[in-house]
């Protein structure tokens, strides 16, 4: 790449402007929001939060006063009427977090928006494009549906694990003659349905070798493949060769179709739907699905909570007869969650739809969910999120979801929830599930005869389309993983107990295109069996599928490896930002661990506009807490509580909202389980938790002591409660907290820090823990320094940190002024370092640092997941430190802009939209030349910080004394500070 071509295309474009005037022209009013989503439909937020950005293309602008208009309708709002809320001229430049406070919001009002700011000389803009909201049913009262299904005569189909016993003996370890042949008696067990096999003289009836360490050999064949087990006395194994967790019998259930006919009454003004279910949804009406969002209504708690979302169909009706339906997945209510397998919160799965018709003439017409509705079982013969999706052609319906459709075969549903209890009933606050691009394949082979494999190029998180020209009866059998066996077929040992497989059986007559419905997978080869004739590479197009939040970054620089560390950083959360931010997308897991989610919440939040995920999220985390005051190791929990920097999430996931978005709400609507939360910590002691949890889970080549991360963990969540607590004008408790931070410093300093500043553990973990997490004294942080130093290079210049030490080593070495190791560690490419697998091939990123090697294959497939973002986390530090893009304080109404330039890498470019919008840097050093090129949005400032010892420095040709929106503040530690006003500039030093 040409970086100065680079520079001189910013310069002929958007940066030609710089050396004009400050505050020249007016300002406009662009991306509104509401509640952070454009145009949301059916929120519950009775004061929801309105923000816009604006854009200028002076130096300098920024918002005085604002007005905002909200109507009853899109005509009045036109002719500039706000029934609903006129503000007046407001002096004030905040732009965003303003909460609605006009006339009261009842049920389903529409409401019309547009606001018109003036700028920095009090001249006003025009007023901006419109934008809207709708209320959703902020009532129990205001649902008249009910929850029905199709339960009666239900064809459930077991799947029972393949599993054949060759050769079982029991006895001593060493001594061949001491054991006994029991294979009749463990195939006897494993045709009883009982998997779980245990080593003991019960299987004997007597010790066959008394005082003799014994064993219990196993030959088996598992799903076709040979294996041998060695069982030691008084444990167990669970023969199942991963594919069905604890060995349980399956039981997959058909997919209901439920539907209705109704007739209009006249013409329509506006037609709402909402829906809720337990399980999966996808609507339909008149032949058409409903909406573009997939795993409707979210995964949430259910016994707490359930959401459900809007539609606006008033395009769809039509005149005269009108037909509406459902189709039903079992998903994360019914179908397997993790190793826990099926039926986690129900063993019955449900739809509540509500369809409110408004006339032209002003009559009201609901058309719910009832007895009154017919169902029946179609071709969707078991949709699993794990174990995936059979889909049988021949048994499809046409017209099912038309007016007019012959239903008299269909049966009655079954009405009533499957929960004991009724949970809430929400409206859905984050963003929706989408397809967002397509992936065509890039390689197709075949390995072994009629057995293919294609190649989509990357890892990712979805299903295929499929593209056939089949016989009817044809069945095409379809496995995905995300790595290759030796042999060139997909490897799924890593996937545990998730079957990972889709099955279309043809209809005949001609092209067939299909996907699934209510399954994803995590892979990039899909291996299909079943074909009656060759395929090409037109049979599989990969769709990736996620959380739809807007991409909000760009980063590039010289250095090839670090470009495709970045694309890896990011596939690695699309795939796993999916309704909840999960730890992997494939194996049987899949769960939004706490400990996962906070080390990589920062650098996720460059990437993507999180804060709506967020915003849902963080209440499937409060949902969480214990009676104890403790948060959970996953949100939705299944395996437990309190594990020190899992359960810390709590308070510090809620803080990087409010820090990165200027979310008050958000930590002001969870603060006091936050608060619960320090109180639980306190409890224990000064250290926390203590010696409990999974530590620094996967460390490489060290470890630190729990009880050591327990306290450091204790003192940030604490630290941030202060900030908090500050913010939220809680004098009081800022106070109580700085109090007991003190004390939790004192506690880590004498029970951690020896004299010389080696802290327990040595680690190069518990080193940065002590200095980003400020728990040392001035003396003890320049020893801590000196130790990280050498840490590092006693491992040869490499890290060996892992979850809990990722996302601190970089910052942590260039805090003690250390920049040059961050970028020696970040561009390795040997073991153990984040370029060694991309050396291996990975597209994403890996749960272990040699997930897998060219040289000794796969790595423990317990454990062993090629999709995983927490070791991604060092994204924080490139945009941070890299391209030096961070905020100054809440929100980003004051920036930060101190790149830390390394020898190796001459050039890096990339830009971040904030919620005040685009913040872009790039820069160059060549032949002790340094350019640097800047945008900061309108209406915010920024602090620069210029390269250590730069000489004759200009800003667009001129004299930076002389420069149009620059001021100099200070020197620090040989860098040249400057305050920005909003613009672009040009830097450069000879």
Same mark, same amino acid.
């Given at each position: 790449m040409n970086i100065t071509a680079v520079l001189t295309g910013l310069l002929l474009g958007a940066f030609c402007v710089s050396a004009e005037s400050v505050g020249a022209d007016k300002i406009t009013p662009v991306e509104l929001r509401c509640e952070y989503l454009q145009n949301p439909l059916g929120i519950d937020a009775v004061q929801p939060r309105l923000s816009w950005q604006l854009e200028s293309d002076t130096r300098g602008q920024k918002q005085t006063a604002y007005r905002i208009l909200v109507a009853s309708s899109a005509e009045k709002l036109k002719q500039g009427q706000g029934d609903l809320w006129d503000t007046g001229k407001i002096q004030s430049s905040q732009t965003s977090q303003l909460a609605y406070s006009g006339k009261a919001l009842t049920s389903q009002t529409q409401c019309f928006w547009k606001v018109m700011a003036w700028d920095v000389d009090g001249t006003p803009s025009d007023w901006s494009e419109s934008a809207?909201?709708?209320?959703?049913?902020?009532?129990p009262a205001d649902w008249k549906a009910e929850w029905i299904g199709f339960d009666k005569g239900t064809p459930e189909k077991e799947q029972k694990p393949d599993i054949t016993i060759t050769k079982a003996v029991y006895g001593a370890e060493d001594k061949p003659e001491k054991r006994v042949d029991v294979t009749e008696k463990v195939q006897a067990q494993i045709a009883a349905g009982n998997y779980k096999v245990g080593a003991s003289n019960a299987l004997v009836?007597?010790?066959?070798?008394?005082?003799?360490?014994?064993? /219990?050999?196993?030959?088996?064949?598992?799903?076709?493949?040979?294996?041998?087990?060695?069982?030691?006395?008084?444990?167990?194994?669970? /023969?199942?060769?991963?594919?069905?967790?604890? &060995?349980?019998?399956?039981?997959? %259930?058909?997919?209901?179709?439920?539907?209705?006919?109704f007739k209009l009454n006249g013409s329509v003004a506006r037609a709402t739907l909402y829906v809720t279910a337990q399980g999966f949804a996808e609507m339909h009406l008149n032949g058409k699905r409903v909406g573009d969002e997939y795993f409707m209504p979210g995964w949430t708690d259910y016994r707490q909570r359930i959401y459900y979302r809007t539609y606006d169909v008033t395009s769809m009706l039509e005149s005269g007869?009108?037909?509406?339906?459902?189709?039903?997945?079992?998903?994360?209510?019914?179908?397997?969650?993790?190793?826990?397998?099926?039926?986690?919160?129900?063993?019955?799965?449900?739809?509540?739809?509500?369809? !409110?018709?408004?006339?032209?003439? &002003?009559?009201?017409?609901?058309?719910?969910?009832?007895?009154?509705?017919?169902?029946?079982?179609?071709?969707?013969?078991?949709?699993?999120?794990?174990?995936?999706?059979?889909?049988?052609?021949?048994?499809?319906?046409?017209?099912?979801?038309?007016?007019?459709f012959d239903a008299s075969n269909?049966?009655?549903?079954?009405?009533?929830?499957?929960?004991?209890?009724?949970?809430?009933?929400?409206?859905?606050?984050?963003?929706?599930?989408?397809?967002?691009?397509?992936?065509?394949?890039?390689?197709?082979?075949?390995?072994?005869?009629?057995?293919?494999?294609?190649?989509?190029?990357?890892?990712?998180?979805?299903? $295929?389309?499929?593209?056939?020209?089949?016989?009817?009866?044809?069945?095409?059998?379809?496995?995905?993983?995300?790595?290759?066996?030796?042999?060139?077929?997909?490897?799924?040992?890593?996937?545990?107990?998730?079957?990972?497989t889709d099955t279309y059986i043809c209809k005949g007559g001609g092209e067939e295109v299909w996907e699934p419905h209510f399954t994803f997978h995590g892979f990039r080869?899909?291996?299909?069996?079943?074909?009656?004739?060759?395929?090409?590479?037109?049979?599989?197009?990969?769709?990736?599928?996620?959380?739809?939040?807007?991409?909000?970054?760009?980063?590039?620089?010289?250095?090839?490896?670090?470009? !495709?560390?970045?694309?890896?950083?990011?596939?690695?959360?699309?795939?796993?930002?999916?309704?909840?931010p999960t730890d992997c997308p494939q194996r049987d897991e899949r769960m939004g661990w706490t400990g996962d989610t906070q080390v990589f919440i920062r650098s996720g939040s460059y990437h993507q506009n999180v804060s709506a995920f967020f915003t849902k999220w963080m209440v499937d985390l409060m949902d969480t807490q214990n009676g104890a005051g403790t948060f959970g190791s996953q949100a939705p929990v299944f395996y437990g509580h309190g594990s020190p920097g899992w359960a810390?999430?709590?308070?510090?996931?809620?803080?990087?909202?409010?820090?990165?978005?200027?979310?008050?709400?958000?930590?002001? !609507?969870?603060?006091?389980?936050?608060?619960?939360?320090?109180?639980?910590?306190?409890?224990?002691?000064?250290?926390?938790?203590?010696?409990?949890?999974?530590?620094?889970?996967?460390? $490489?080549?060290?470890q630190s002591p729990k009880e050591l991360i327990s306290a450091a963990y204790f003192s940030y969540s604490t630290s941030l409660m202060v900030e908090i607590a500050d913010a939220l004008g809680k004098t009081e408790d800022a106070g109580n907290y700085r109090q007991l931070l003190a004390a939790i410093k004192a506690e880590f300093q004498s029970s951690f820090v020896q004299a010389d500043g080696t802290i327990d553990g040595h680690s190069q973990t518990a080193y940065c823990m002590a200095i980003c997490f400020d728990l040392l004294s001035d003396e003890q942080r320049e020893q801590a320094a000196a130790h990280l130093v050498e840490r590092v290079k006693a491992k040869e210049y490499h890290l060996s940190v892992g979850f809990l030490g990722v996302n601190i080593l970089l910052p942590a070495l260039t805090e003690i002024g250390r920049s040059d190791l961050a970028y020696r560690l970040i561009q390795n490419k040997t073991y153990p370092s984040w370029g060694y697998s991309i050396e291996q091939g990975a597209t994403t990123i890996w749960e272990r640092w040699n997930s897998y090697t060219k040289k000794d294959g796969f790595g423990p497939v317990k454990m062993n997941s090629f999709n995983h973002y927490a070791y991604g986390?060092?994204?924080?530090?490139?945009?941070?430190?890299? %391209?030096?893009?961070?905020?100054?304080?809440?929100?980003?109404?004051?920036?930060?802009?101190?790149?830390?330039?390394?020898?190796?890498?001459?050039?890096?470019?990339?830009?971040?939209?904030?919620?005040?919008?685009?913040?872009?840097?790039?820069?160059?050093?060549?032949?002790?030349?340094?350019?640097?090129?800047?945008?900061i949005p309108p209406n915010t400032t920024a602090t620069v910080y210029m390269p250590e010892n730069a000489a004759s420095l200009t800003e667009s040709g001129n004299p930076i004394a002389k420069a149009n929106g620059v001021k100099f503040l200070r020197t620090e530690k040989g860098r040249a500070v400057y305050e920005l006003q909003s613009g672009h500039y040009y830097f450069k030093t000879k």
């Open positions: 809207h909201w709708t209320m959703g049913l902020l009532s009836g007597e010790d066959p070798a008394p005082g003799e360490k014994k064993v /219990l050999l196993l030959d088996f064949i598992a799903y076709g493949k040979v294996k041998q087990v060695k069982v030691r006395e008084g444990k167990r194994t669970i /023969l199942t060769s991963g594919k069905y967790a604890d &060995g349980r019998v399956q039981s997959f %259930l058909p997919a209901p179709h439920l539907r209705k006919d007869d009108n037909s509406i339906g459902a189709i039903l997945g079992d998903g994360w209510f019914r179908g397997n969650i993790a190793s826990k397998g099926q039926n986690q919160y129900g063993k019955r799965i449900r739809v509540r739809a509500q369809l !409110q018709i408004d006339y032209a003439d &002003g009559r009201s017409e609901l058309v719910v969910s009832d007895l009154s509705w017919k169902a029946a079982f179609g071709p969707i013969l078991e949709s699993d999120m794990q174990a995936g999706e059979t889909y049988d052609a021949r048994k499809e319906m046409p017209g099912w979801d038309r007016s007019g269909w049966s009655a549903v079954n009405a009533g929830s499957a929960l004991k209890e009724e949970p809430l009933i929400q409206a859905y606050p984050g963003v929706p599930v989408r397809k967002t691009q397509e992936l065509p394949t890039v390689k197709l082979s075949e390995p072994q005869p009629g057995k293919f494999v294609f190649d989509l190029g990357q890892n990712f998180s979805g299903w $295929i389309r499929l593209r056939v020209n089949g016989e009817a009866g044809e069945k095409i059998v379809m496995r995905f993983g995300e790595m290759l066996n030796a042999d060139g077929t997909v490897y799924t040992e890593n996937l545990r107990s998730a079957r990972a080869y899909v291996e299909m069996t079943g074909l009656n004739r060759k395929p090409n590479l037109e049979t599989v197009t990969g769709i990736v599928v996620h959380s739809d939040a807007p991409m909000t970054s760009s980063f590039e620089c010289s250095n090839p490896m670090l470009n !495709q560390l970045h694309r890896n950083i990011v596939w690695g959360q699309r795939s796993n930002y999916l309704d909840v810390d999430a709590g308070v510090i996931c809620p803080w990087t909202i409010f820090y990165i978005y200027g979310d008050v709400r958000m930590i002001a !609507q969870h603060y006091d389980q936050m608060a619960r939360f320090i109180e639980y910590c306190r409890s224990k002691g000064l250290k926390g938790p203590g010696d409990v949890g999974f530590g620094d889970w996967l460390a $490489i080549g060290s986390s060092c994204s924080e530090w490139m945009f941070r430190s890299m %391209l030096g893009i961070d905020t100054d304080g809440a929100g980003y109404r004051k920036i930060r802009m101190k790149p830390e330039f390394g020898k190796s890498v001459p050039w890096a470019k990339g830009h971040y939209d904030s919620i005040h919008g685009r913040i872009g840097s790039v820069w160059k050093w060549n032949d002790g030349m340094f350019e640097w090129a800047v945008t």
